[in-house]
């Protein structure tokens, strides 16, 4: 089974700043994919960024981006240029490229984001 | 478009009663699983179903289960309520089956069992 692992409960980065948040993953799988969710207080879950583990280049999408490095099984997401809307619980997750598993998310526990002006 | 739409956004129920949660996908999209959030659990898959038919189920009890509608709607059910079933209900949908295709959330159902 895929564990998902966030060993950050809470960060904190001023406005204007960077940030860094970690995420760390277990499987024996060869092809899968990998994302970041954003939920802020509304709840809903937000897709942030995603990464296939079949691409060596690293996503980017705006001012999100991500260190993910196959071998160590680790994925982190940097957010550049921190605003205040990016205060948020941020989700680390697994899905397997597997189609008969394919459907299923695992989550990590999850990072709460703080940004102070 | 219309996003993922979650009915109702609250509900209370006492031990011992079932719930019925409701699910509308985005148009077009065929594929609705469904999330537990807890705080001490986190975020755990419950199920999805494509096209009627259950395609995947994670390790909960008998007493949740789900079914699709022909226009892609799902409902999950929970019977028999226990205390340890207050959590945020999460539906997400999906146009299709590849996995390349992306998940859109909606913003959840919170659920008290008292």
């Known amino acids: 089974a895929q564990t998902v692992t966030q060993s950050q409960p809470e960060m904190s980065v001023q406005e204007a700043e960077t940030v860094t948040l970690s995420c760390t993953y277990d499987t024996s799988e060869s092809d899968y994919y990998l994302f970041w969710y954003k939920q802020p207080p509304s709840r809903q879950m937000i897709l942030v960024i995603r990464?296939?583990?079949?691409?060596?280049q690293n996503a980017t999408e705006n001012r999100f981006s991500v260190n993910f490095q196959k071998a160590a099984k680790s994925f982190s997401l940097k957010i550049s240029d921190s605003q205040l809307g990016d205060a948020a619980m941020y989700f680390c997750a697994y899905r397997s490229a597997n189609t008969g598993t394919a459907s299923k998310l695992t989550f990590g526990t999850g990072t709460r984001l703080q940004v102070t002006l | 478009k219309a996003g993922v739409t979650q009915t109702p956004r609250y509900l209370i129920k006492t031990r011992g009663q079932q719930v019925t949660l409701s699910c509308s996908p985005i148009?077009?999209?065929?594929?609705v699983s469904w999330y537990q959030q807890t705080p001490g659990q986190g975020l755990q898959f419950l199920f999805e179903?494509?096209?009627?038919?259950?395609?995947n189920k994670g390790n909960f009890p008998g007493r949740f289960s789900g079914r699709q509608f022909s226009n892609s709607r799902s409902e999950m059910n929970v019977s028999t309520l226990e205390l340890g079933d207050s959590a945020l209900y999460l539906c997400?949908?999906?146009?299709?089956?590849?996995?390349?295709?992306?998940?859109?959330f909606g913003s959840g159902t919170r659920l008290t069992v008292v």
């Open positions: 148009s077009g999209h065929r594929s």
């Open positions: 990464q296939e583990a079949y691409k060596q």
């Open positions: 997400a949908s999906s146009y299709g089956s590849r996995t390349d295709y992306g998940y859109t």
């Open positions: 179903y494509f096209s009627e038919t259950q395609r």
